[in-house]
Structures are given as structure tokens and as C-alpha cells.
């Protein structure tokens, strides 16, 4: 290992290192544990009475039914974008790399409000859905339009760079052995791609899980047609009602952990051919 | 006709001409060497007998048939790059199953095959490894074993040993030589390194700046050089400039002359002259009227012989001398001698021959 | 050109199709859902005419908001800069038990939602909080006050420049600063001198994403905040409220101005990738 210097720690190690754990103890471990053990304190059983109340488990099954149906267009939709952006050439193509990045940028409430904008009830857009009786804004397409919205870099820009380093002579070697390009590109690239696209999705999943900003303007909040879990844990928090608000949150929170470990695996497979 | 033909093939890169009019023929299971410098177009030619890129003019032909305008899948070729291009997140095993499932063989034929090659390649109990649990070497030997399970026509190798050391490349030279006395494939490889293909090949295309410059077998190329590129390109050479004269040949910066005539080229006329360090041989006195006085300037010990540079007039010159040779008289720098070339090729100077030193200190084989 | 040449030109133009098809496909897609949005709310907002944009933005209320997001980006970036070094040095370059545990922690705060950050601060320093409680003997305000938006601002910008930083310091290894010791340089002067230069495009980088996440920031500071206008109402809260109050003049003047400036910040991080990429070849 590098670090062969002798055991006793120096002041010149030691304040850094105090100061880190200080820091994420604070900030992170802190605050995890508080909402955890506040949570559990009521006991199991009043912790799952809490997360099946009516309102709360719509919002709860809503949100992962739609975060699980984004992560799968995302799949299909990063996949092509970052294709056409690293292996074709068209005009204005630096252009469209750059705005790639746009929901990254923009602020949450700000990407609702564009949309509200553009597809709402009074947009010629929205009015013309409305009269075929879908309705966009204030209803569970809005919210998939902004998750999309906001979700979009992350499929894109997991597949990109992979992509990009692909060696070429792989795809070489396949065709002097007779591959066809659909042959190709199913037995070749596509293993090769899959734990990025799996990783996009993975991210696409767990920020649609937690989007708040865009999706309390777009959605309208309905209970029980257009509440998202974030949404009902504002609402429950804004009224008081903490025992719900935590029931909701902890199974948010422990989501995110079960798709981060998963992030995790993802990243050790991907490496796993590398040398 | 059998094996592969190349008729006529001119490749450009916008305005830069890559491959120039170039033909030559590989009889049926030849092993025949590209051999050319970087930027030669050694590959590019490779890679249109492939298809894997697509000439601008020409034809190419591959066991009698006119393969042109097939793309490589259709052309029943083996190909081994540079650095394998093995699939990554195959095992061996499937690696060189690959061509065989694309041609639907049954599962017993390719188990059958994948045996076949296994072992010969040597990789026994390897099958199930990944490519990052291997060596260059081993890693070459599946990139060779995936190739020639679908039986191709044809063995093309780019570079195969450039990403190896040089001990795995020698011993990995020698096996394929081996290899190709077993199986017999029509087979091209390129290499920049001439004493491999020396080594190895029946025959030998040397290549410089897209245009073929000689065929011919070893011993052809390194004794009769058609052009100054191949003189020197091919094993280690000495360029001296000097002139022809009526009766001998001059040396320049020295009285010392060569007294022959030479039919290469007319007389009065200034000429390079490349000599082998092989065919310097140094006396301490003049023996006859075609030495020429020098100077030592350095002594090399390399083990097997001694490298001597030497100054003649203007030129600075390198022998290889045996051992024993030098240990029965072993001389000084500084110490005034002379040298004999018992053998020696004279090209016209022209413009040309700034440009072989040119390459010549780019290869390393001049200061 | 002869019949060869036709020949390769026509299997080539066979899976021309095929790509001109995907590209439609995802050019369309990009269209409507990245452009279209964009060019809605531009038209939208100037659709009041400019002296409406001009006076929603310049109301105290929108004034204090913007200032309060100045502030609140400003200590974010200082503050997770400076710790973000710090953690990122001690994970490249330090060996203990637990560094990898502490290492997967940074990844957190990207994955929770932010409303649930909120809320975590909230059961912390709520005037009945575990930590909160002693606060308030103090009779310092934390929840529904600045110290609160900060600390929540913190936890969602906490891993960017860390996470950036960190890479950088494992590519470029401890030789050059074992060099530099050699050499008779301090602790201090070896960082100074030798480790921050190698990581400026890096932190750069990272400082743009935290200044990006911090202006667009909305759902933990909304808990945390109680959204009081001309007190804790950062600019994302002033659109929102305004939004819910029917000001759409208010709420689209203000939110285009995030937007240009989101625009602008986007090229910055653009270009610094670029640096930073170019940098470590």
C-alpha cells in the first residue's frame, strides 16, 4: 500500500480526518438516524398502521408504480440518444450534447412551471388533448412528462461515455466471424452497455422516487389520483401529522438505500472484465 | 487461381493517398509478411483484403473469387488485430464459439471444434476464464483460436505481437510458424519489425508509403535490395556517400577508394553506398587497394558480438564483430585502422537518400 | 464510378434507413421534451409585455428572495468546498477502517428525496428536536430561519465537490506530493503548491454543480423554511408561492430569470468539463 508511514497517527492526518467524520456525522448519519429511530420509536406495528393509511400507501404505490414505468422508457430512450449522439453526425449536434444537461441546471419548480406552460389546460397543446379527454397537467401524464423531464441526463449520460470508449475493432472482429449488424449489436454491444443502462435507469428510478419540486406544480395533488409520496409527506408534515409523515418517509428513505447498494453492485460488475 | 490476389488497389484518405496502385499475389497456403514502416499502409492494404475498409479502385480476390464488393462477413476470412478485440464479458470458450454459432453449427460440431483449438493453442483449462484473467500472449492465442474456428480461407493478422514484449513476441512468432505448417491457411501478416518477418515468412511485401517496393522471399530481399528503401529498411545497413569514377569509387571526406567498378550505376555520378555492419570487416593495415583508412570512435560489448562504430572521412559507420575476432586483437579508441566491405550496394544519390537517413534515425538504428 | 462501387453503395444505403430513422425518433423526442418546454415559457412570460416581467422582479418581496438565495449559494459553496477537500484528500489519501463505509455515505443526499432531507432536519432542530431543544433554551431560531435553509442546502450539495474531487486526486496519486516533501516542502505548502493546482478544474466543476443545485434547491429548504415571504422565501419558494397565488406574471418572470441563468451556468460547466477532461490526459 502507499501509505507506509509509521503508525502513530499525526496531528497532520488526524485534524482532517476528525473533521470529515465530523462533517457527514453531522449532516448525514445524524439526521438518517433521528427520522429512523423517531419512526421506529411508536413500535413495528404502529410504523406499518402509519405507512397503510389509505391516503399514503396510494401515494406510496403511485410513486414506485411510476418511477418503475419511467426507468423503463428512460432505458430505451437514453440508449438511443447516446447512440445517435456518439456514433452519427448531424448539424446542430454540439448543441443538442450541450442541452442534454439543461434539467440539471434548471431548478425543479421552474421545469413545472415550463410545462405547465406549455401543455397546461390553456396551451394549444393541452386544449387539444383535452378535447380527446386526456388530460396532460393535473394528471398522471404531467407527472411522467416532468419526471421524464428531469430524469432524461441521467439515461443519457450513463451510456454516453461507455459508449464512446467502446473499441471499435470488437465490433470489427464480430463481422469478420459473420455477425450480422442486429447480431452485433445484441451479442456485443449491448452486454457491454448493459450495466451503464442499468445504472441510468437505477439513477432515473431513485430520483423519480424522490422528485418533489416539478411535480407538486404539474400534478394538481390529488389524493388518491395525483398525490405523490413526496407530496403527501409535505402535506402530512404541513398538518402536523408526524406519525404519518415518518411511516411514508422511512420507506422512501430505506428505497434509496436498497437502490444505491444496488448502484453499488452495478459499478463492481461493470468493472469486473475491465483490465 | 487459390489464395489471395490483389490487383490494382489505390486507397485515399482525402488528399492522402494511403495505398497506391498496389498488386501482388499470395500462392494457397503461403504465410506471407506486409512489412513496411508506420504510415506505409500496410494495415490499410490488410484491412481492404478484409473489407473492413473499402478501396477507392481495384479488385481484390480471395481463393479465385472476386470478393470486391462483399462486405466482411460474406468474406470467410480469420482476422486477429492488434490489440485481440476479444469479447470482454465472453468467456475463451465463447469467444471462440462466436463464428461457429453465427453459422448455426450444432452444439456437439462446435463443442467438438472448441476442443480441437483449445488444444491447439495450448489453452487447455482455460476455457471458462475471462480475457481479463489472461496474459497478452494468451490472449493473442484466443484472438487466433476464435479466428480459424470457422475455417476460414484466409488468416489475416494485423500487428499481432506489436502490444507484446519482446521475449513473448519471438516465442509467439515462432509458434505461429509452427501453427501455420499444421493447418496450412493462406495466410497475411503485417509487421514494422523486419527480422520477425524475416524469421517467419515464406515470402516477404515490403511496403513504404503506400506503394509495394519489393516480393521476394528473405533471403532475396536482404541480399538483392531493388531500392535504397529496402537496402536499409531490411536489417541493419551503413550509408555512406561517396562518388563513381571511371575505375573505383570514392569515399567522401577520405583518399580512400574502392577500386572496382560497379554496374548499378554510371559512372561520375555521386552515389550512396550501403554497406551491412556485418560486411565491415576492420584490419590493422591495408591489405589491398580497396581499404580505406578510419577511425575508432566507440566499442559496444552486446554480449554475442561487439558493435564498433568507426569514422571514414565523413561517415560514420558501425561493424559487428565476432568475439573472438576482437578478443584476439583487441583495439583502442582513437586507434587509426582500416576497413574492408566484402560485400556492398550503390544507389544513385538523389533527394532520396536525406530521406533514408531520415528513417533510418527514426528507426534507431543511427544516432 | 463502376458497378462495385454501386454495389457497396447500395448495402450501405440499406441500413441508411434504419439510421435515419432513429435519428428522427430521438431528434423528435429531444424536441418535445427539452426545446419545446423551453420556448413555451420565454413566449409566455413576454406575453405580458417586458414592464410587468421588469416590475414582478423588482418587488421587495422578489428582491429579498433573490438576495436570500445569494447568500444561502454563496456559504453552501464555501462551506462544502472547503469540507468537500477536505473529505476527498482524506479518502484518496488516507488508510483506516470504515473509509469505505464513509466513502459510500457521500453518495447519500443524491439519493434521498427532499422532502424527506427536510424532514430529517426538521426532527433535528424542530424547536423540540434532539438538537433543536437546546437551540431554543438558547432562543435561537434554526427551523423557519436561515441557519435551517443552510444546513438543509448543505446536505443535498454536500457530495459534488467531493465526488469530483476525488477521482482526481486517485489518477494523479501521492508521488508528486511525496516529490514535494522530499523537496523539503510543509504540509501546508504541498497542498498549496502541488495538490490544488492538480485538482482546480475538478473543484471548479464541482463548485458549478453546487451552485447550480443550490439555486434550483426547493423541496428540503420548503420544509425547513415554512416559506415566510420577505423572511425565508428563497427564489424557487417565491415562484412557487406566487404560482399557488395566481401571480403568473410573478411566478414566470421570476423562473425565466433561473432559467437564463441556469443556461448560462450550464455553459460554464461545460467548458470547465472540458478542462478538466483535457487536464488529466
Redesign the interface.
Known sequence: ???NRATALAP??MI??S???F??GF??????V??TA?AFKGGLQNLFHQIALPEGLYALKLTFFLALFLALINIV?GT??A??LVR?S?PLKTF?N??????????????G???V??YGPN?PIGSFFEKQGIEIIFNKPGII?AL??VT?PFAVRSVQPVLMEM?K??E??????????A?IFF??IL??LLPSILTGAALSF?RA?????SI??VAGNIPFKTQV???Y??GE?ESANIQS??GT?VV??FS??I??FF??ILQKWSH???? | MSGIRVESVTKKFGDFVAVDDVSFAVEEGELVALLGPSGSGKSTILRIV???ETQDHGHVYLTGEDVTSL?????????V?Q?Y?????MTVEKNIA??LE??KKNKTQIKKKIAELIDLVKLNGYEKH????LSGGQRQRV?LA??LA?EPKVLLLDEPFGSLDAKVRKNLAKWIRQLHDRIRVTSIFVTHDQSEAMEIADKIIVVNRGRVEQIGNASEVYEHPKSKFVASFVGNVNVINGRTYVSHIAIEGTEGRISQKTEDVPEDQDIVLLVRPEEVVIEETASKDSSIPAVIEEIHYRGSFYEVDLRIGANDIKSFVQKERYKSNPWTVGEHVFVLFTQFKVFEASEGHQAIHRMLKQLGYIE | MSDEHRCVELTRSR?RIG?WL??S???I??FI??????I??I??TFSQGIEAVKNSLTTPASMHAFWLTLVITASAVVLNTL?GT??A???A????KGKLF?E??????????????G??????FGPR??IGNWFSSLNIKIIYAFPGML?AT??VT?PFVAREVLPVLREF??EQEETASTLGAS?WQTFWRVTLPSIKWGMAYGVT?TI?RS?????AV??VSGSIINKTQT??LR??DQ?TDFNYAG??SA?LL??AF??F???I??CIYKKKGSAST
Open positions: 500500500m502507499k501509505n497532520s492526518e482532517p480526518r473533521l470529515s467524520l462533517y457527514i449532516l448525514i448519519v445524524l439526521p438518517i433521528a427520522i423517531e430512450t438511443a440518444t447512440w445517435v452519427y448531424f443538442m450541450a442541452l442534454i444537461d439543461i434539467p440539471f441546471a434548471i431548478p425543479t419548480v421552474v421545469t412551471i415550463m410545462l406552460v406549455l396551451s412528462l421524464l423531464f432524461f473499441e475493432d470488437m470489427e472482429a464480430a463481422q469478420t466471424l459473420g455477425a450480422s449488424r447480431t451479442r456485443v452486454p457491454t431513485s422516487l424522490g422528485e418533489f419540486g407538486v406544480i409520496a413526496s407530496v409527506i409535505y408534515i409523515a415518518l418517509a422512501l428513505l434509496s438505500f437502490v444505491l448502484l453499488n469486473k472484465h475491465e483490465r | 478484409a473489407g473492413l462486405s466482411p462477413q460474406k468474406r470467410k476470412i480469420g482476422f488485430f490489440h478485440a476479444l469479447f470482454k464479458h462466436f463464428g453465427i453459422r475471462y480475457p481479463s484473467q484472438a476464435r479466428a470457422p | 441500413h439510421q432513429l435519428l425518433f430521438v431528434l423526442w429531444f421534451l427539452i426545446l419545446t418546454p423551453l413555451g415559457i413566449k409566455e469540507f477536505i473529505l484528500v482524506v479518502l489519501r488516507q488508510n483506516f464513509l459510500s455515505l457521500l453518495d447519500l443526499p443524491f439519493a434521498v428525496s427532499p422532502i424527506v432531507a424532514f430529517m432536519f426538521i426532527l433535528l428536536g434532539w444546513i448543505l446536505f454536500l496519486g501521492p504540509q454543480l447550480a439555486i434550483g434547491e426547493f423541496g420548503l420544509v427564489a424557487t415562484i412557487h404560482f411566478a414566470f423562473a433561473l432559467a441556469s443556461f451556468l450550464l455553459n460547466i461545460q
